[in-house]
C-alpha cells in the first residue's frame, strides 16, 4: 500500500556513506541547475552499487517490500503502482545493489521540479536490517537530493510504532514535526496512524 509508511525498517550502524564523483557546492548553485533525473544521476559517474532503477527492477522491488512482516509497518504496492509511478515525471527509483548486482533496498522520491523544492521520500525499504545497508544507502539518498537538484527540504512518513526507522532517521538529521490520524491504510484494510518527519537543505548542509 501507497499509504503506509514509506520507510527502512532498522538502524543500520556498520557501514559508511556511498561516496559520489562530484557534488555541487550549495543550495544556491543547485537551484541553477536542471531538475531532471537524468541530470541528478549524472553526478554519480562512478557508483556500482546505487544506481536508477527500472521496470525490469520491479519483481524485486517487489519481493523486498514482501518480507515476513513488512506488509504491516512499510506497506506495500501493486505491480500496476509500481508500473505508473516508475515512468512518472518528477518521480525517481533508485536501488542499492550487491556485489551480484541484485537489489537489496530501493527508494522512490517523489517532488522532483517540485516549485518549494520539497522532496518525498515515499518509499525506502532494505532487505535485510541490521547491515548498514540502510544507513549507507539513505546518506546517498539525501546527499543526491540536496546536492543534484534544488531541494530545500526532503520528508517521509513512518508508523509511530517502527522505532528502528524513527532512530535511523533521527541519526541523519530528521525531526519528527506532526502525526496524521489515520491517514495511512496497511494491505488488510486497516486505518493507521503515520508519522511526518524532514530535514531542511540549511540543517543538512551545517551537519556536513
Not at 518480507?67 to 515525471?89: A, C, F, K
Amino acid at each position: 500500500m501507497g499509504n503506509l509508511d514509506q520507510s527502512g525498517r532498522s538502524h543500520e550502524d556498520t557501514a559508511g556513506p556511498l561516496t559520489p564523483s562530484c557534488c555541487i557546492p550549495s543550495y544556491a548553485s543547485a537551484l541553477a541547475r536542471p531538475t531532471d533525473c537524468g541530470y541528478i544521476l549524472g553526478m554519480w559517474t562512478k557508483q556500482t552499487d546505487f544506481r536508477r532503477a527500472h521496470a525490469a527492477d520491479i519483481p524485486a522491488i517487489m519481493e523486498i517490500e514482501r518480507q515476513p512482516g513488512y506488509d504491516q509497518l512499510v506497506g506495500r504496492w501493486s505491480e500496476p503502482q509500481h508500473h505508473t509511478n516508475i515512468s512518472q515525471p518528477g518521480y525517481l527509483y533508485l536501488v542499492h545493489d550487491d556485489s551480484n548486482g541484485l537489489p537489496i533496498a530501493f527508494a522512490a522520491l517523489s517532488g522532483l521540479g517540485d516549485a518549494k523544492g520539497e522532496v518525498w521520500i515515499n518509499r525506502f525499504i532494505v532487505k535485510t536490517p541490521g547491515r548498514g545497508t540502510g544507513r549507507a544507502f539513505l546518506g546517498a539518498i539525501m546527499q543526491l537530493a540536496f546536492e543534484g537538484a534544488p531541494t530545500s527540504k526532503l520528508w517521509l512518513r513512518v508508523r509511530p510504532e517502527n522505532q528502528p526507522a524513527r532512530h535511523l532517521y533521527q541519526t541523519h538529521g530528521f525531526i519528527e514535526e506532526r502525526v496524521l490520524p489515520q491517514a495511512g491504510t496497511t494491505p488488510d484494510g486497516k486505518r493507521v496512524d503515520l508519522l511526518v518527519m524532514s530535514i531542511l537543505y540549511d540543517d543538512w548542509a551545517l551537519s556536513r
